[in-house]
């Protein structure tokens, strides 16, 4: 498969699953028995700060920086069904985002 055929295939699953995914890949969980980032605390303090998430998917781990305060979110992604999700998400809990529909290079 060439490159393009690959990102094209890749946006179609997305588009087509976005659903099935929401929220269940999103901080504070790294992943299945690991530490969380309640635990970690890799970000720090993001209070204030803008904040770019590649691959935002649904806006959860977005939220969750919204939460602790971070001052400008950025989200991309390569499935605008991803993007749609996450600003319903982010709108419903009072948040906004700049939400961009692409590559992540």
Known sequence: MKRDEIIESNKTYWNDHADLWFGTTALPVYGVRFPTEDDLHLFSDVAGKKMLEICCGSGHSLKYN???????????????????NAAKLLSDSGY???LLCSKMD
């Open 96 to 98: 906004s985002a700049k």
């Open 66 to 84: 919204a939460e602790k305060g971070a001052g400008e979110l950025w989200g991309v992604d390569l499935s605008q069904k991803q993007l749609d």
